[in-house]
């Protein structure tokens, strides 16, 4: 502790005083880009579930989470109490088409999330604090895709992991349910990656949450009723490659489809692609709107602060 030195004319009493607090500048380890990116991941998963934050916050993550496993519970205690008597030697839903059974539940998931991930960022301009760490907008664009990417599978994949279980524990042949059951699991992520990275632009165009919700479940929603509407009428009139190529334009219908292609699959929609050629065209497809949704937000976040 020092005293200020004095000015002519004033009096002999200090002025003011400098106090040494001991600060110290951090010597320790730097973890860098890959620890910032695995704990902005994990936090943006947590956030997705309301984990950590206020029950408001959990309340329509968990009520989805518990209305997706609860038909699976069902179809489980029915398989097992009642496999005998009703001679079941399969899953009473097939795995692949389970998730657009429940598709409406899983679409106003990703409707909630994608805005509370996306849009509040923009809205508050907390992009330029995440960017003052070690983090690159690449970085961001991805990390972000990802939390909502695996809380998205997660949603999906948990009903079909039990449907499994009780599969096993029904005495059904063991080799064909995992089989079925992993070439559902691939489709649940690949399902996952497509909601997740359509609904991330949508929500990515505006600022405001709300809006961002509708709009998310209008792209959702209303393009299933279209695809769907028209491989009905194109399989009554016997035109199957109408709803073959209809069946691109739906998340739900264009993974179904690349299951059906790739696992043999039981198909979920009246035309699924038939032949190599258009199974390659789904797959194409597929990989297409996720780099495509992967692109389309770095374009965004380009300019964005």
């Known amino acids: ?21 001991g ?13 910032v990116a695995w704990t902005f991941f994990v936090t943006g998963l947590r956030n997705t579930y309301g984990l950590g934050r206020s029950a408001r916050s959990k309340a329509l993550p968990m009520i989805l989470l518990g ?28 795995y692949s088409t389970y998730p657009l059974t429940t598709q409406l539940l899983i ?19 907390t992009l330029t604090l995440y960017l003052a760490r070690p983090m690159r907008r690449t970085t961001y664009v991805l990390v972000r895709l990802a939390s909502l990417t695996v809380a998205t599978f997660v949603l999906i994949g948990s009903p079909l992991l039990l449907m499994y279980v009780g599969g096993l524990l029904a005495d059904l042949a063991p080799g064909r349910e995992t089989e079925r059951f992993l070439g559902a699991i691939v489709g649940a992520a690949l399902l996952a990656a497509c909601l997740a990275g359509l609904s991330a632009v ?19 929603l209303v393009s299933y009723t279209v695809v769907s ?48 050629a258009m199974g390659l065209l789904y797959v194409v497809v597929t990989v297409l ?10 374009l965004r976040y380009r300019k964005a602060d």
């Open 229 to 276: 509407t028209v491989q009905g009428v194109s399989s009554e009139v016997d035109n199957d490659r109408v709803g073959e190529v209809a069946g691109l334009f739906s998340p739900y219908t264009l993974v179904n489809g690349v299951q059906h292609a790739l696992f043999d699959s039981p198909a979920a929609t009246p035309t699924p692609p038939e032949g190599a």
């Open 202 to 220: 949508v929500a990515a165009l505006t600022v405001r949450r709300g809006l961002a919700v509708a709009a998310v479940i209008v792209v959702l």
């Open 1 to 21: 502790m020092s005293s200020l030195p004095e000015t002519p004319g004033a009096s002999a009493q200090p002025t003011g005083v400098i106090h040494d607090l």
């Open 107 to 125: 679409s106003v998931f990703v409707a909630a999330q994608a805005p509370a991930l996306i849009s509040r960022d923009l809205r508050f301009r």
């Open 67 to 94: 209305l997706m496993l609860l038909p699976a519970l069902i179809l489980v205690g029915v398989l097992v109490q009642a496999r005998d008597l009703l001679d079941l030697d399969s899953q009473l839903v097939a």
């Open 289 to 298: 709107v996720v780099l495509g949704s992967i692109g389309a937000l770095l």
């Open 23 to 35: 600060y110290r500048p951090y010597a320790g380890p730097r973890l860098g880009d890959r620890s």
